[in-house]
């Protein structure tokens, strides 16, 4: 049963335009939602996160927006740039004392230049 | 700051062969935990350490996949005897907070098995 669903394998935008990547997820005791982002024989690297109690974080060109009542959050990059070119896992943890992350399969972002 | 060191980078084994990785992660990190991230599918926990004591194991198969993290410092990732769907990354990552996951996780580049 896969918790966290990222449905687009790929996602392809013009240099300069806004990426939208989307994510759902299941388990209503999920409270913390993180992106990461992935290159090629490198390991995951984070980079932005929500918590629950917020609706929108922003960070530079990277925003992420949660809806709580249609269990979907999604990231936006704005402007899109070449180097954002990557695989985009989301991922989505409770807070308990011994929780994991559990994460979608990832979307594979292309920018052309 | 150094970050998490994972060796080896790749390796190629036979079926019902073994392979052990292992795991060196960011200075006063807590927590550590290796993931196996299947081509086309996101990392799957497989075991979470909270110093050297195990918080969460509920998805490693324990037939034939050990891990250990002596001195709550480096870990090691063992599987004995290989099978063909083992063949993945294998991901470690390690987190400072002592408990639960609200911070960010900090993974090393992997280690790529391929079972033959």
């Known amino acids: 049963d896969q918790q966290v669903k990222q449905n687009s394998p790929s996602l392809s935008v013009q240099e300069g335009r806004i990426s939208i990547l989307n994510c759902d997820y299941t388990?209503?005791?999920?409270?913390?939602f993180l992106w990461y982002k992935k290159y090629p024989a490198e390991g995951p690297t984070f980079l932005i996160s929500?918590?629950?109690?917020?609706d929108k974080n922003e960070d530079g060109r990277f925003t992420v927006f949660l809806n709580k009542s249609a269990k979907h959050l999604s990231l936006h990059i704005v402007p899109s740039q070449p180097g954002d070119s990557a695989v985009y896992f989301c991922?989505?943890?409770?807070?308990?004392?011994?929780?994991?992350?559990?994460f979608g399969k990832g979307i594979t972002l292309s920018v052309r230049p | 700051e150094a970050g998490v060191a994972q060796s080896p980078r790749y390796k190629i084994i036979e079926k019902r062969q073994s392979v052990a990785f292992w795991c060196n992660p960011i200075?006063?990190?807590?927590?550590l935990y290796w993931y196996q991230q299947i081509l086309g599918q996101g990392p799957k926990l497989l075991i979470q350490?909270?110093?050297?004591?195990?918080?969460?194991d509920s998805q490693l198969p324990k037939d034939r996949f050990s891990a250990e993290r002596l001195k709550g410092v480096d870990s090691t990732l063992k599987i004995q005897p290989a099978k063909l769907e083992d063949s993945a990354v294998y991901l470690c990552?390690?987190?400072?907070?002592?408990?639960?996951?609200?911070?960010?996780?900090?993974f090393g580049e992997g280690s790529r098995l391929t079972v033959l």
């Open positions: 990552a390690s987190s400072y907070l002592a408990g639960g996951v609200t911070g960010e996780l900090f």
């Open positions: 388990n209503s005791m999920f409270d913390y």
């Open positions: 929500i918590s629950s109690i917020k």
């Open positions: 991922a989505a943890s409770d807070t308990g004392a011994n929780s994991k992350l559990t």
């Open positions: 200075s006063g990190h807590a927590t």
């Open positions: 350490f909270q110093n050297n004591g195990v918080v969460d």
